[in-house]
């Protein structure tokens, strides 16, 4: 990062204190308004925060001043998909991949929107590309649950898997693995998952209601 009021909002965001981190990016747009990173972490701190208007407007001025950055794209398809503006975030996707197709983050986000449209064949299919430019628990996880909703249990059952073994310490794939495992009728091995998610990540809501529920 270019200069210390910027460093110091990374480092603030980082650490999760989004009010302080959002106080530091309007602290270095007063004297950069053109530095279009600024406006993108300053959406995205926004998002954190569940400003989720004021975080679009923030990345659409970012994409006005670099309209060639396929992350500024990105983003607005994230800040978007969390509003379910589905239309509009995955065209916000697209362009972000014609312009820089080899970002497997930018396939996974798009197989994130289909999966929660529950178009499950488009999902994994946009899953299984981002996988081939890289390998994420993320892209392994999109993938499981899309394979699961398509009734390809095996299938998912090994996706989780591979997505534990390369995120351990990720409560997200051992909740998924618990989840498929509890679908499975395997309780013991589901109860295990489950609270491996909970150590791993206690003040995660989804974590202490999941597993109990039964």
């Not at 899309?146 to 059952?157: C, G």
């Not at 390369?166 to 997200?172: A, G, I, T």
Request: glycine share 4%.
């Amino acid at each position: 990062m270019s200069n210390l009021g910027e460093r110091r909002a990374w480092l603030l965001f980082q650490h999760r204190k989004y009010e302080l981190a959002e106080q530091e990016y309007r602290s270095a747009l007063m004297t950069d308004p053109d530095n279009f990173r600024l406006h993108a972490m300053l959406a995205i701190n926004l998002m954190h925060q569940l400003r989720l208007p004021e975080g679009v407007c923030q990345v659409r001025k970012a994409i006005e001043l670099e309209p060639e950055q396929g992350c500024n794209y990105y983003t607005l398809a994230v800040i978007l998909g969390r509003q379910k503006e589905f239309i509009l975030a995955t065209d916000a996707i697209r362009q972000a991949i014609r312009l820089q197709p080899q970002i497997a983050i930018y396939h996974a986000q798009d197989a994130q929107l289909r999966v929660e449209q529950e178009q499950y064949d488009e999902g994994l299919s946009k899953a299984s590309l981002a996988l081939q430019y890289g390998n994420d628990e993320w892209f392994l996880r999109l993938t499981a649950w899309s394979l699961f909703k398509l009734h390809r249990l095996e299938e998912a059952v090994a996706a989780a898997d591979a997505a534990v073994a390369l995120s351990p310490e990720s409560p997200h794939a051992h909740f998924l693995r618990g989840l498929l495992s509890k679908h499975l009728c395997q309780k013991k091995l589901a109860k295990t998952y489950f609270r491996e998610a909970l150590r791993l990540d206690p003040n995660r809501q989804w974590a202490k209601d999941g597993p109990w529920s039964w």
